[in-house]
């Protein structure tokens, strides 16, 4: 019996002036997904920096592309095809504006949103069709701009929360793991 594979993929900005920005919560989700099971090493492998760990005999394959937001889906890709995993075997996770702040949705599939890392990813495996996991950053105050929005840090405020934040992503994303799409939907989907 072959060892069952999943690949996470968190999307981001490489670069020690994006670490602590909202767009980079995919990044952040990863790292504490990877401490939460132990995952060791790490290498470079398809412009992503990747390691892997196990959670309850399932092959847990953790990436951040390091393509810049824009480009994610090469790495995506590369992955893919390497470990040949399909695409009910991927989880994507990343930034949404459109999800207040704190709060996770987990859909089976779905359009880009205006994100452009899930936009290049959608374009270069072809589909849609393929898991994601949307990390709720909330809207911009006032008239700023998304842009600008997106690579600001965290508040203050934001921050105290982030640790509750991403365990609840973690924990959702294990629930894919282990019970699947639907599960992890019901359990996580609606709450925050």
Partial sequence: MSQEIYLIVGLGNP????????????????????EKIGARGMKVQSKAIVTSGLHEERKLILAKPQTFMNLSGQSVQGLLHFYKIPYTHLLVAHDDLDIPYGAIR?????????????????ELLGTKDFPRLRLGIGRP??????????????????QKFMPEFLTRASDAALEFVMQGLNSAMNKYNGSS
């Fill in 15 to 34: 670069g020690r002036e994006y670490k602590e920005t909202r767009h980079n919560v995919g990044f952040m989700f990863i790292d504490h997904l990877a």
């Fill in 106 to 122: 987990i859909r089976p599939t779905g359009g880009p949103g205006g994100q452009r890392g899930m936009a290049n990813t959608i």
């Fill in 141 to 158: 105050p006032g008239r700023m701009d998304a842009k600008d929005y997106v690579l600001q840090d965290f508040s203050k405020e934001e």
